[in-house]
């Protein structure tokens, strides 16, 4: 996953070199307050301990909701992005010659508020962010994979209704008229443990674990003050 990021970066880096042709005066669209909406998808799994035999991996969701930015200095700004965030991971258990029995998925949806700056780079084509992001639970169900037919459980009651995670990304900016728009990749990693239960069997989860995970996002952002000069 972490050369899925690199090559994701990279991309972005590349991108961004190949626009650098743009111009922007200190009274133009990066020194204005923005705000717009944001949306992607996120590759999400957990991590920590795991029953004997078992191990996690990540299932793709989606996010969206608002994004805002506030500038506090050249090519630095300050942003809020609050969104529902769908997660979701699978614990997979290995018998043995790649047969996988007993496999359970969850589903974790949240209200999470990314805090951010985001530092402009490369002639403030691309930049570069980092935050924190808070997390609160909204529902958590699980199924057994295999078996269609079986109810999904509801597990909110074993997961924390708290999450606290840190990320790191990149992106490129893209002027499109008045908008702005920010294609961005995105890493977390989480710091609080999502387990709030007790007596973990091969039927649940186990009692430490985080969630984290990878995210691309796209985001069109309207500044609040002045118009958008044309190129």
């Known amino acids: 996953m972490r050369l899925i990021l690199l090559y994701l970066l990279s991309f972005l880096f590349l991108l ?3 626009v650098n042709a743009q111009t922007e005066s200190e009274s133009d669209i990066i020194n204005q307050p923005m705000i717009g909406i944001t949306g992607g998808l996120t590759l999400n799994s957990f991590s920590g301990d795991a029953p004997k035999n078992f ?3 990540g299932t793709a969701k989606f996010t969206f909701g608002l994004n805002g930015e506030i500038p506090i200095g ?10 529902y965030l769908q997660s979701g991971t699978k614990l997979v258990y290995d018998a043995g ?12 949806n949240y209200i ?11 002639n403030n084509v691309t930049y570069f962010t980092s935050g924190v992001d808070l997390g609160f639970l909204m529902k958590a169900n699980m199924k057994t ?6 109810p999904d459980k509801d597990i909110s009651s074993s997961i924390q209704k708290f999450n606290l995670q840190v990320f790191f990304g990149a992106g490129v900016r893209f002027r499109i008229g008045l908008p702005e728009l920010n294609i961005e990749a995105r890493y977390s990693v989480g710091f609080t443990n999502a387990y709030n239960g007790e ?11 985080t969630l984290g995970g990878f995210q691309l996002l796209a985001n069109i952002n ?3 003050t002045k118009s958008a000069k044309g190129r």
């Not at 999470?112 to 490369?122: D, G, N, R, T, W």
């Open 222 to 224: 309207f500044p609040l």
């Open 55 to 57: 191990g996690y991996s």
């Open 97 to 108: 010659k790649d047969v996988y029995i007993d496999s359970l998925q969850a589903d974790l």
């Open 112 to 122: 999470s508020v990314p805090v951010f700056i985001k530092v402009l780079a490369f």
């Open 199 to 209: 007596n973990a069997t091969v039927t649940s989860f186990p009692a430490r674990f």
């Open 145 to 150: 994979i295999q078996n269609d037919t079986t």
């Open 74 to 83: 050249k090519g630095i700004k300050i942003g809020l992005q609050p969104r």
């Open 16 to 18: 961004g070199a190949g």
